[in-house]
């Protein structure tokens, strides 16, 4: 159980262009979901909160108006890359759980590599 | 600052033998450790998850201990397979124990040779 799925998994677009990246929660709610950016060789980093019917919060420093994040079920949330550039190239991957933001475990999506050319 | 440390950065083993990862953490106030499996180009799994009071803990060929006084956590890998290849990623959490309080080492990569 508590399986998570990202689409797509890999994405290459043009710079200037929107990108959408999907999670989804697969056999459980979530009311809260997590969106992180991985660069090579480096650490998963804490993008923005994505909250079910409510705004998202974002981390210091993670442009909300680039990285807009839509909630809109309990088992899916969006994150849009808008007018990306090669600097957004980065594999974004998004977690999840059934039991809340406080639980102790977190279940990731596959994550979705971007290129921007 | 919350900071999570990780030795090797990456490390050779032949197919059969053990290896040890090691994590340190400067993270207060400490709720929990995790350790992940991350295979290239794909999402991490947890394999442990260990509290305060929990000094070691298993699964499978992998067997994780915590020193919460050392600030001090590793990963035992026992009798490596092929499929052990990927990064092993050290995850630390603070205060309520909540994914936005989690403090991501940067992995050891580990790579198995037959």
């Known amino acids: 159980g508590a399986v998570v799925s990202q689409h797509p998994s890999r994405v290459i677009c043009k710079s200037g262009t929107s990108v959408k990246i999907e999670c989804r929660s697969l056999d459980f709610q979530a009311t809260t979901m997590f969106w992180y950016r991985q660069f090579p060789k480096q650490s998963l980093m804490l993008m923005a909160t994505?909250?079910?019917?409510?705004?998202?919060?974002?981390e210091q420093g993670v442009e909300k108006d680039k990285f807009l994040i839509n909630h809109a079920s309990l088992t899916l949330s969006t994150l849009t890359v808008t007018s990306a550039h090669p600097e957004d190239s980065s594999f974004y991957i998004c977690?999840?759980?059934?039991?809340?933001?406080?639980?102790?475990?977190?279940?990731f999506g596959p994550g979705t590599r971007l290129t921007v050319l | 600052k919350n900071q999570v440390e990780q030795s090797p950065q990456s490390l050779i083993i032949l197919e059969g033998k053990n290896c040890t990862l090691q994590?340190?953490?400067?993270?207060?106030?400490?709720?929990?450790l995790r350790w992940y499996k991350q295979d290239t180009g794909r999402g991490p799994v947890s394999l442990t998850i260990m509290t305060f009071s929990e000094n070691t803990k298993s699964n499978g060929r992998y067997t994780a201990t915590l020193d919460a006084d050392t600030k001090q956590s590793s990963l035992h890998i026992t009798a490596s397979q092929l499929s052990d290849s990927a990064s092993y990623i050290c995850v630390v959490s603070a205060s309520g124990g909540g994914a936005d309080g989690l403090t991501f080492g940067k992995g050891t990569h580990l790579i198995i040779q037959p």
């Open positions: 977690s999840a759980n059934p039991w809340g933001p406080i639980s102790r475990e977190q279940f």
């Open positions: 994505s909250n079910e019917g409510s705004k998202a919060t974002y």
């Open positions: 994590c340190n953490y400067t993270v207060s106030p400490f709720s929990n």
